[in-house]
């Protein structure tokens, strides 16, 4: 049962590169979205997605693009990196939410990302 | 808009004492609140939830009342161990912000033998 996978786990870019981080899951979810940690400011949502085919922003979406062409995969592409995304990205996935009963999401083991 | 605000710590205590760590929040609607936490190197892992006012969430030791007239959800525990040295994260979800997940800042728990 592997739950959420991401890839890379360590990721080191110069100014200006662009890469994709990777996200699957295998648990048929719905709902997939993508953090950025940075200390003392907890987990900022950068994008979600609520179903294939259907992406939006969350807190801090620029410089981030997504893409959700299956149920079970979910990229997050930075076009050209900035020192300022040196971050850790978490990637995490739940069912869809029942009313009045939020379900929790289940979270992969996160990308440590660093822009020189 | 929703937040979530949590004493950033580091909280350091011996093993076998108690812990509090204190969570408040403000949200419209009715919010449905979490306990996640993180250890070194990992992904967070759901603790604890609650989904109505007055529900307690339990886990592994760890308890947390949703206090709707307080606002908060404050995660106890009546003896710490080693074990339990990680990051502890408050969020929240509300009607109005779909399914999204709202954190708090973190506190940092470390359990000294």
């Known amino acids: 049962n592997a739950g959420v996978t991401q890839t890379p786990k360590f990721q080191v870019l110069k100014t200006g590169q662009s890469m994709t981080l990777q996200c699957a899951q295998d648990m048929n979810h719905e709902y997939m979205s993508w953090y950025r940690q940075d200390p003392g400011m907890g987990l900022r949502l950068i994008h979600y997605?609520?179903?294939?085919?259907?992406?939006d922003q969350g807190e801090v979406p620029n410089g981030y693009n997504v893409s959700r062409s299956t149920t079970e995969d979910f990229p997050l592409r930075l076009l050209s990196a900035a020192p300022s995304q040196t971050s850790v990205y978490f990637c995490?996935?739940?069912?869809?939410?029942?009313?009045?009963?939020?379900?929790?999401?289940?979270f992969g083991d996160g990308t440590r990302l660093s822009i020189l | 808009g929703n937040s979530v605000t949590q004493m950033e710590g580091p909280v350091t205590l011996s093993e076998e004492a108690f812990l509090t760590i204190n969570c408040t929040y403000t949200?419209?609607?009715?919010?449905?609140l979490f306990w996640y936490v993180q250890y070194p190197g990992e992904g967070l892992q759901l603790l604890l939830k609650?989904?109505?006012?007055?529900d307690k969430g339990s886990n592994k030791g760890f308890e947390a009342t949703y206090r709707k007239e307080t606002t908060s959800f404050h995660l106890e525990k009546g003896s710490v161990q080693v074990s339990d040295s990680a990051v502890y994260f408050c969020a929240l979800t509300s009607e109005n912000y779909g399914q999204n997940f709202v954190f708090g800042p973190g506190t940092r728990l470390s359990v000294l033998p």
């Open positions: 609650a989904t109505k006012a007055d």
């Open positions: 997605s609520v179903g294939a085919g259907i992406t």
């Open positions: 949200a419209t609607g009715y919010p449905s």
């Open positions: 995490a996935s739940s069912r869809e939410s029942i009313r009045n009963s939020r379900q929790p999401q289940h």
